[in-house]
């Protein structure tokens, strides 16, 4: 694992300025990464695990101290790509499940397809987890270059099944001669799924011309269950293999590796002078003994600050590329990365000249903030209020405005798909009359509910959540199948998986391993 002053050393002799004038884009999103899971968090009380190259990143950086995301895989990674809220595009109740006809929306122009209009190359390496119903619900066909990882929301890290049941690891890649090609990756079979990536992210720099800008997309594997990493992992502080932080923490030194290896290929190809970083994770830690989201509450699945409030932060050795540096205390939405983003790379121009499409701004719920978190030329929070969610299937909501979040409905309850909770949506969808109101400034674990002090708050954001609980799109589990509800005949591919008459993936082909 790298330390920070190793790392920053490192630095001293790249400072190499690439010809390109828009920044290479390095974007890393962890996987159920709690806000205690890392070290730069709280740096005032003890910490159980180390992060030093993440830490060393952050001290260096933009550190977000209100960084939300949603409360699931699926619907923050939804959000992010679209820039919209989870309910905008169907995916108000749960994540997308294995063996399912769901797909995030074709009609959807998702990030990475005007970063590529205006001239990136665009690379995806991890968990995809928005849909495969069809080739034309894959990463390959819906903006980025290339792809390698898996579909669903979980797979082994050397077997790389799903539910022990059959294999998801694939590479992909498109082109308008080629079209789609597709591989299976047989010869990853046993192989840690970290080193994979991390030997990915290095042949495609390898490959990569530095005067061509990157959009390299990682959204990692590391630390979602199951729990567990190589033996090399556990070393320092932390090596009991039968203890569980001790596993997080080497699932961490896993995810730093990785992180470390692609960085040192920019290095070394001259190309990290003009990088950003980008360091998120995709929601809250699930409730289990490996996990920490101290000292927020609540876990993932769970609409509380724990399930909802990640770990973030921007990272660039040029300040030109990242003026502002320290901590911000501005609320950052994940969909938000959604028009910055695609507007330091070059704004909508190239896309709406090259396809003749009109940019989705008037939809989006997404916040241009380069201003404020890349340029510096804002001073001011933009964004004030969060639509946090509405679940019209747990009759539960949440909106966080200024200080204040509310929270409708019971918290606690669970519940799958219903097919009788009908498109469109009333207000009867939530249990209103069951509300905590908090000041999420002064009380972060949300202990004390002070609903009754502030009524005329609680109906202020009552009536904001009505109004993006009526314009809500239909829930996916609701749709009869993902062509007869989202059609594209622009592409004229085949499923790749016939899930809809029950049929085993045709990847599931190797042997289980262990």
């Keep these: 694992m790298m330390s920070p002053s190793f790392f920053l050393a490192c630095l001293l002799p790249c400072l190499v300025v690439c010809a390109s004038d828009r920044p290479h884009i390095l974007f890393i999103m962890m996987d159920d990464q709690g806000y205690n899971d890392i070290g730069y968090t709280y740096p005032e009380y003890a910490k159980d695990l180390v992060t030093p190259l993440i830490d060393g990143l952050a001290h260096e950086g933009l550190i977000l101290d209100r960084h939300y995301t949603s409360w699931l895989c699926t619907p923050s990674r939804a959000s992010l790509l679209t820039g919209k809220y989870p309910i905008a595009v169907g995916i108000q109740d749960d994540m997308f499940e294995t063996n399912t006809r769901e797909c995030l929306n074709e009609g959807e122009i998702l990030m990475p397809e005007p970063i590529r209009h205006n001239g990136y190359a665009t690379h995806l390496i991890g968990k995809w987890h928005i849909g495969y119903a069809r080739w034309d619900c894959m990463p390959c066909l819906r903006g980025f270059n290339t792809a390698l990882g898996y579909t669903q929301g979980e797979i082994g890290y050397r077997n790389h099944y799903v539910a022990r049941e059959w294999h998801d690891f694939y590479s992909c890649s498109y082109d308008d001669v080629e079209g789609i090609q597709v591989s299976t990756l047989p010869e990853t079979q046993g192989v840690y799924s970290m080193d994979v990536y991390a030997e990915r992210a290095i042949n495609i720099l390898d490959n990569h011309d530095p005067e061509q800008p990157i959009f390299l997309y990682m959204p990692l594997q590391t630390p979602h269950s199951n729990y567990w990493a190589p033996e090399k992992f556990y070393k320092g502080m932390c090596n009991d293999t039968s203890e569980p932080r001790c596993t997080m923490q080497a699932m961490l030194n896993a995810g730093e590796d990785t992180m470390n290896k692609t960085i040192s ?159 469109p949506f009333d207000e009867t969808c939530v249990e209103w009359e069951i509300v905590q109101l908090f000041n999420i400034t002064a009380d972060v674990s949300e202990n004390n509910n002070i609903a009754d002090d502030y009524p005329d708050e609680v109906q202020q954001l009552k009536q904001a959540l009505v109004m993006y609980l009526l314009e809500q799109a239909p829930m996916q589990c609701q749709l009869s199948s993902v062509t007869n509800s989202f059609p594209n005949t622009a592409v004229p591919y085949c499923l790749p998986f016939d899930f809809l008459d029950d049929v085993i993936p045709p990847w599931a082909t190797y042997a289980l391993l262990d």
Excluded at 336 to 349: A, F, K, N
Excluded at 383 to 403: F, N, Q
């Design 265 to 423: 290929k920019f290095i070394e190809k001259g190309m990290w002078n003009n990088t950003l970083l980008i360091y998120i994770s995709d929601n809250g830690a699930p409730e289990t003994q490996y996990n920490s989201n101290w000292p927020l509450s609540g876990y993932k699945n769970s609409l509380y600050e724990g399930g909802i409030r990640t770990p973030g932060f921007l990272y660039s050795v040029n300040e030109d590329i990242l003026a502002p540096r320290g901590r911000t205390a501005c609320y950052v939405h994940i969909s938000d990365w959604y028009s910055t983003l695609v507007e330091i790379t070059g704004g909508w121009g190239a896309y709406e000249a090259k396809t003749g499409k009109q940019p989705p701004n008037y939809q989006l719920d997404s916040i241009d903030q380069s201003e404020l978190l890349i340029t510096g030329a804002r001073q001011t929070c933009q964004r004030t209020e969060i639509m946090v969610h509405v679940d019209p299937v747990r009759r539960i909501a949440s909106y966080i405005k200024g200080d204040f979040k509310v929270l409708f409905g019971d918290q606690a309850i669970g519940a799958d798909c219903e097919e009788d909770i009908y498109y």
